[in-house]
């Protein structure tokens, strides 16, 4: 006989399992074994800090020694690292073991409490509350609350003030390099000229500007002042006549800063002519005056007007026309 | 009494006359954790924090937080007499001088990354299971700013030695920053004392990564865990397991042993690692110039993904009225993030809001049981994947043979294409799993052994399910779709109709489920 409900009942809780003793819990000799496995593992990790206290004192800095699949290792390092890790790793397992084949293993049950205050709770807030505030008045006392209100609008001025030291403003330094006209481009390393003569078709050269103390140049220069250098046939070309002019037979400078992100563009595909960014993989075809082809730069490279001067060495006609490195909201970059 | 009772309550008493403790220490004592694997995911957040502390302040006491220029002298000979900050030099004699220098070097990196690895798996942990419904969502919120900490303090940390990489990496930062409209230069040279990469930037992260930002972890951490131990751990649905209650070991002594040997098994292992693996071996890559660079340079992985959605990103820049803003750098780097971040710490809300349950949670969901949830869920990892996966593309395109064009295109489809499909994808098994625990507890669990009938007929035997098991699988509640009438009784419309149109709509898709086997349907079947 089928009992007719309207309600959707949910299945009962059959209440926990029967409970299940463990080996240690009935058996002397299995808790004899167990107590005598926390044992062992308490003596591991003393074993671990011996060799930790070894290896500190006894074993040289300087001695390698060959692990199967690992290859030479620093044994000090090792020995110090596995003394390390026994002494801490057993500790763990020996607490852990004992906890679960020796320590009483009952649940206990706890009971929850709803969160919410009680009323009466509630009210008598309220009531502190409300009386508290009505002690300050603020309504009444207008005078005091316009001047309270006056100085807390000048008190928050100073925190913000007392950190304008942190820096310099920005001024002019996102649009200058050392690149002057006359400039001559030095070899990154070596800072030595370089005369356009001795540069093959093919050849690619780091630069940087030569200034007065080329051995002690800023971070903050060499952020902005590398130039690649890149000689190509005349003919390989695809430049408008303004940017044609800026090269020099065949040799055409560009900033190595990406106009991305600011990483230097340092990979260069000799058979496509591309420069490569490792940052974002950011790609530019120097054949098209460092237009980007690929990746989210989305301006090209700089290009630096060269010529040559009177000696045949290769030197800056003038500054870049435009703020090296990453764009940032004061750049006029049309 | 013995000797060892009696010192004992002579220290208690001393104790106890001046600030009265005995009850709470008692009520504390008796507390109770309920037990089960994933909650230790919180745990190894918990001490992988402290295993940074204390490897931290060994490596202090030896590193130079000074962008001073010094010339190497010490043991490591391919970097003799190259020039090179303090903090870079400084890490190298910890590296190489200092006795079990390396060792702490390498402890402190492989705990960062499991710190944030546990804090994923934490998180994905208390979303999937619900826990973070009320009263929970003030912790989900304190999570997500210590998810966000993380984040930065490892950023921090990694920079810390000014080696090529890492200085790489803050050259990124500065560029965001940068990219900000209005005051981008303004923060950076402020932040940067100057051009970049400026003199006093590693020193002030230094302050930021060993006194501040650790500060606020210990406060917020704190408040992180009383909370839990105020408002009570949640526990899994099951026999004798009630939204009113909660079942498990006491602190004294069980939990103690096995929480704090816990401690002891996340420390040794950490240890393990630094032993055995190489993490971070700075001298290989050179001090920083912001002229030079490695091919192949990623951030750490936690931050890879930015790295991802940042290399997807399409060139886009406006140039206006002698402006630039570039989209290209706000979009995957501060927009995307930002939007993620806001959604992730406002998701309680946005739960309780289609469902209109406002009650109290204390029993965990099993993630089938909550399809639209876990759906979402999965669509959230899959556009993190994407983008982690993408922030290797280099990587990729070198070990792989492919071309890296084609696998920034693809990461492009992908990451518009493949979240949505995950998450019908995900949507669909968690309702199959659904029918699943449904035919479970009607016939059985299938055993494999075949029995030949009299008929000739060959049937599979079923073995019905335990009692404890059919109860764990038709515990859970069954949401049902809010229902917003267009006006009341009295014929007052109800405002804001677009919104509730939504709200109705996301909760019937969120209400979507197969019907549990009743106590009915039970019976039934019993009487076959």
């Known amino acids: 006989m089928r009992t007719v409900s309207n309600e959707i009942e949910s299945i009962k809780d059959p209440g926990p399992a029967p409970h299940v003793l463990r080996a240690a819990d009935v058996n002397p000799r299995s808790e004899k074994r167990a107590e005598q496995q926390v044992a062992i593992l308490f003596a591991l990790s003393g074993v671990g800090s011996l060799l930790l206290i070894y290896s500190y004192v006894f074993v040289a800095k300087d001695v390698f020694i060959f692990i199967p699949v690992m290859g030479n290792q620093n044994a000090q390092q090792l020995g110090l690292g596995i003394g390390m890790a026994m002494s801490l790793f057993f500790v763990g397992m020996a607490a852990i073991h004992w906890a679960k084949t020796l320590m009483p293993e009952t649940e206990v049950i706890n009971y929850r409490h709803e969160f919410r205050s009680s009323d009466e709770d509630r009210e008598d807030l309220i009531k502190t509350v409300k009386e508290g505030v009505a002690g300050v008045q603020l309504g009444r006392r207008k005078l005091i609350k316009r001047a309270m209100a006056a100085s807390m609008g000048l008190f928050a001025l100073p925190p913000v003030l007392l950190l304008r030291d942190l820096g310099p403003l920005p001024k002019k330094q996102l649009e200058t390099t050392n690149w002057k006209s006359g400039t001559r481009l030095v070899t990154d390393p070596g800072n030595r000229p370089i005369l356009a003569s001795d540069l093959e078709v093919g050849a690619v050269v780091q630069t940087l500007p030569a200034v007065a103390d080329s051995e002690h140049r800023p971070l903050s220069d060499i952020a902005k002042d590398p130039v690649l250098l890149i000689r190509l046939r005349p003919e390989e070309f695809n430049l408008t006549s303004e940017k044609l002019a800026m090269t020099h037979e065949g040799i055409i400078a560009f900033s190595k800063i990406c106009s991305h992100m600011g990483c230097a563009v340092a990979l260069y595909e000799q058979t496509t002519k591309h420069l490569l960014c490792p940052c974002h993989q950011s790609t530019f075809d120097v054949t098209r005056g460092a237009k980007v082809i690929f990746g989210p730069a989305a301006r090209p490279l700089p290009q630096l007007d060269i010529t040559v001067d009177a000696q045949g060495y290769l030197i800056a006609r003038a500054p870049f026309s435009e703020s090296v490195g990453p764009s940032y909201w004061e750049r006029n970059s049309q | ?528």
């Open chain 2, 1 to 528: 009494m013995t000797t060892a009772e009696k010192r004992v309550g002579a220290v208690a008493n001393f104790v106890d006359e001046r600030i009265g403790a005995a009850g709470w220490v008692k009520k504390s004592l008796n507390k109770v954790f309920p037990d089960h694997w994933s909650f230790m995911l919180g745990e190894v957040c918990m001490y992988s924090f402290v295993i940074l502390l204390l490897s931290g302040t060994f490596l202090t006491l030896w590193f130079d937080p000074s962008q001073r220029e010094v010339i190497y002298q010490g043991v490591y000979e391919p970097l003799k007499g190259l020039k090179m900050s303090a903090a870079y030099a400084s890490t190298l004699d910890i590296s190489f001088e200092v006795r079990g220098g390396l060792l702490m070097r390498q402890i402190h990196h492989w705990s960062a990354n499991i710190f944030m690895a546990a804090i994923v798996a934490h998180l994905l942990r208390v979303f999937f299971t619900g826990a973070f419904r009320k009263p929970r969502e003030f912790n989900w919120i304190l999570g997500i700013i210590l998810v966000t900490l993380g984040l930065v303090e490892g950023l921090f940390g990694y920079s810390l030695p000014d080696d090529l990489l890492s200085g790489t990496g803050l050259r990124i930062t500065s560029a965001i920053i940068q990219a900000i409209p209005l005051v981008g230069t303004y923060i950076s040279f402020f932040l940067f004392g100057g051009a970049f990469p400026g003199v006093a930037f590693i020193p002030r992260i230094f302050t930021l990564h060993v006194l501040l930002i650790p500060g606020i972890f210990l406060a917020v951490i704190t408040i992180h865990v009383m909370l839990v131990w105020y408002q009570k751990h949640t526990q899994f649905p099951g026999p004798g397991k009630t939204e009113n209650n909660v079942v498990g070991h006491p602190i004294l002594p069980v939990y103690m042993a096995k929480a704090g040997g816990f401690f002891f098994i996340v420390f040794g292992v950490t240890a393990f690692l630094a032993a055995v693996a190489s993490i971070n071996p700075i001298w290989l890559y050179g001090p920083y110039t912001p002229g030079q660079i490695s091919a192949g340079s990623q951030p750490d992985w936690y931050m890879g993904w930015l790295d991802g959605l940042v290399r997807m990103a399409p060139p886009w820049e406006t140039h206006a009225l002698g402006h630039t803003i570039s989209w290209n750098i706000l979009i995957p780097a501060l927009i995307v993030p930002g939007i993620l971040f806001t959604g992730m710490a406002l998701y309680p809300f946005i739960e309780s809001w289609i469902t209109g349950d406002k009650r109290e949670h204390h029993l965990l969901d099993r993630p089938r049981n909550v399809p639209n949830r876990t759906a979402l869920g999965v669509m959230s990892i899959t556009f993190v994947m994407i983008s982690l996966i993408n922030g290797g593309n280099d990587i990729l395109a070198t070990a792989f043979h492919l071309s890296i064009n084609q696998i920034m295109w693809s990461s492009r489809i992908a990451i518009f294409v493949l979240p949505p499909i995950a998450f019908v994808i995900t949507k669909r098994i968690c309702l199959s799993l659904q029918r699943a625990d449904r035919e479970l507890v009607l016939h059985g669990r299938e055993t494999g052994r075949l029995v030949r009938m009299p008929s000739g007929e060959f049937v599979e035997v079923h073995e019905p399910i335990s009692e404890q098991k059919r109860f764990i699988l038709t515990s859970h509640e069954q949401p049902t779709p809010l229902v917003l009438e267009d006006s009341d009784s009295r014929g007052v419309k109800r405002p804001g109709k677009l919104k509730n149109k939504l709200r109705v709509r996301l909760s019937k898709a969120h209400a979507v489920a197969i019907p549990k086997v009743s106590a009915q349907e039970l019976k039934e079947i019993e009487h076959h």
